[in-house]
């Protein structure tokens, strides 16, 4: 029973090492037998006629006619073989790396799969661990929401309170962010919020790989969704009141207590910088800047606005061009060069 125990918590790399090590250790075996056995050598002066470069070989007739022809078969055939295989090969090869190369992110975004389920998850884990993530994101990345100790930054001796705070969907997290954003917030977290750093670089538990095997995940998850059906729900949901859609995918950042329950003042600022009293206006003197920041964000280390630089640090700002119609955005910018 116990060896049964051992064998099943093997992982499969290590099978094959042992079946090897087996096979070497009976081969050998086999191999001192075979020798131990073994008739006694012939007497010496025996290998003038047993040698086999000492025994009589073709006559240079046959040598150069069927000996010569058959050779000369075998070369054409392999030298067929050749012409018809390697151009053969190369016409396969695209479609062969294209397939590897899905085939890698389709494992990876697996891996990211598992470890993104509940630890009570009945999903087999194999190799690879459940981290939870679902269990405030939602199973499948729709969102979810989460118990939260909230404690006061003016006053640190107040003990914490308790709060629900609104976790976000992750299953749009790809149409949001990059990949390096999506992997700073995964390995350093958000601080003062739910979001632990889950990276070692950040003090958390996962690897690089299994940080990029989550990012997979996610973009998995955004690959299945149908955008313009997003943009179709989002117009039927809020059409062009820019206060409404403002509410519902800005002020997250950019009202604080949104995520718990307890907005304070629109675009009063939070984890996003206070957009009020003209903040937007001065940063976009351009309408169309705004838009365009708004709609795709800014490339990392590019200047935008008047005194912007974008950057990735804790996740950045998110675009959401293909999340919303260009009217909704307009509507969106509209309303906050208002406040």
């Not at 809020?238 to 800005?250: N, T, V, W």
């Not at 708004?294 to 996740?315: D, I, L, M, P």
Request: proline share 8%.
């Amino acid at each position: 029973m116990r060896v049964d125990l051992v064998v099943a918590a093997t992982s499969t790399p290590q099978k094959v090492g042992i079946a090897v090590a087996v096979l070497v250790v009976v081969g050998w075996a086999a191999y001192l037998v075979m020798h131990l056995r073994r008739p006694e050598s012939p007497p010496p002066g025996s290998e003038i006629e047993l040698a086999p470069n000492r025994k009589p070989y073709l006559d240079d007739g046959e040598l150069e006619g069927p000996k010569l022809d058959k050779s000369l078969k075998w070369a054409l055939v392999t030298l067929v073989v050749s012409a018809v295989g390697l151009p053969a090969y190369w016409l396969n090869e695209p479609s062969r790396q294209a397939g590897a190369e899905r085939g890698f992110d389709e494992r990876s975004a697996r891996r990211g799969y598992i470890m993104f389920q509940p630890a009570s998850s009945d999903v087999p884990a194999g190799n690879v661990g459940h981290f939870g993530c679902g269990e405030c994101h939602g199973n499948e990345g729709q969102g979810g929401s989460v118990r939260y100790a909230l404690g006061d930054p003016l006053d640190p001796s107040k003990p914490p309170r308790q709060v629900v705070w609104e976790a976000p969907a992750l299953n749009t997290a790809a149409l949001r962010y990059t990949d390096d954003q999506l992997r700073s917030v995964l390995v350093y977290g958000r601080p003062n919020t739910p979001m632990p750093a889950w990276g070692v670089l950040g003090g958390g538990p996962m690897n690089d790989q299994q940080i990029d095997d989550l990012i997979a995940y996610m973009k998995q998850l955004a690959d299945e969704v149908d955008t313009e059906k997003l943009k179709a729900d989002a117009m039927a949901k809020y059409g062009l009141d820019g206060k409404s859609l403002f509410e519902a995918y800005c002020a997250r950042c950019h009202t604080k207590g949104w995520s718990y329950g307890e907005p304070e003042e629109p675009g009063g600022g939070a984890f996003g910088p206070s957009l009020l009293d003209g903040a937007t206006l001065r940063q976009f003197p351009n309408i169309e800047d705004h838009i365009e920041f708004v709609a795709n964000s800014a490339q990392y280390g590019k200047a935008y606005g008047t005194r912007g630089v974008a950057g990735n640090e804790a996740g950045g700002m998110p675009r959401f061009g293909e999340m919303l119609t260009e009217e909704q955005i307009r509507a969106v910018v509209e309303y906050e060069r208002s406040l």
